[in-house]
């Protein structure tokens, strides 16, 4: 498993979002982009998390910073969270997980002492350069806006 790190660059991904368009890593050049990985649509811990980005975005765009998500949900599935919750971002469909072996964000897993694989629900902030500029693994649903926020502001200060 790959662990990107601060100033690693981003892989690329070309993936199909909720609505079937392709969205790739590219499409975000010369803007940050706030980019999770979550386990499955509609489930208590991604709906939170989704909902706190949603709630986030007036925030985060007025910072220039768009955001994505990601799972090994179909396109039907991701379509039906977003109408559900309102999330006006792209939700990506990564059925082979290959984009979240590239970030990292595929491993064991363990739920009643059974061992899986599946998605490590990791965040990353991407440059408008493609480059990392945060990378943080095995994140909290509720951590996710919060951490964004603070590194923002800390680049921010740096400005």
């Known amino acids: 498993m790959a662990v990107l790190k601060k100033g690693s660059r981003a892989p690329a991904f070309s993936l199909i979002d909720q609505d079937g368009k ?3 890593l590219s499409n975000f050049k010369g803007r940050s982009l706030l980019l999770y ?3 499955k649509a509609d489930t208590p811990g991604c709906t939170a998390q989704a909902c706190s980005i949603r709630d986030a975005m ?3 765009s007025s910072l220039g910073v768009a955001a994505v998500g990601i799972s090994p949900d179909a396109p039907a599935a991701q379509k039906k969270f977003a109408a559900k919750f309102e999330l006006s971002f792209p939700l990506l469909s990564d059925p082979d997980h290959a984009v979240a072996d ?3 964000a595929w491993g064991e897993k363990s739920m009643y002492g059974k061992k899986y694989q599946g998605i490590l629900r990791s965040s990353f902030l991407v440059d408008g ?7 943080w693994y095995k994140v909290s649903p509720g951590d996710t806006v919060p951490l964004a926020r ?3 502001e800390g680049e921010k200060g740096r400005a």
Do not use: M, S
Request: proline share 9%; glycine share 10%; hydrophobic share 40%.
């Open 102 to 104: 590239a970030y990292g």
């Open 37 to 39: 990985f979550y386990p």
């Open 22 to 24: 392709t969205v790739k």
């Open 58 to 60: 007036p925030d985060l």
């Open 129 to 135: 350069a493609g480059k990392l500029t945060e990378a």
């Open 150 to 152: 603070q590194a923002l």
